[in-house]
């Protein structure tokens, strides 16, 4: 099994983990009613996804 000769150091461990942070989510706006939602979903306030009523929304 390999051992490391030296320990990494905190610069080091840290460069290699610079791509762990959490990204924010992107939002989109509905094209039907223009509430923000998230991409490639279906629409919660109107219930529309890709121009065509999916859910049946209650008035």
């Known amino acids: 099994m390999a051992v490391p000769k030296k320990k990494t150091s905190k610069a080091k461990k840290n460069m290699r983990r610079s791509h762990h942070a959490i ?3 992107s939002l989109s706006t509905c094209d039907h009613c223009g ?3 998230r991409p490639h ?19």
Do not use: H
């Open 23 to 25: 990204k924010a989510s």
């Open 35 to 37: 509430a923000p939602k």
């Open 41 to 59: 979903r279906v629409c919660l306030e109107c219930g529309s996804y890709n121009g065509k009523q999916v859910i049946a929304q209650a008035e």
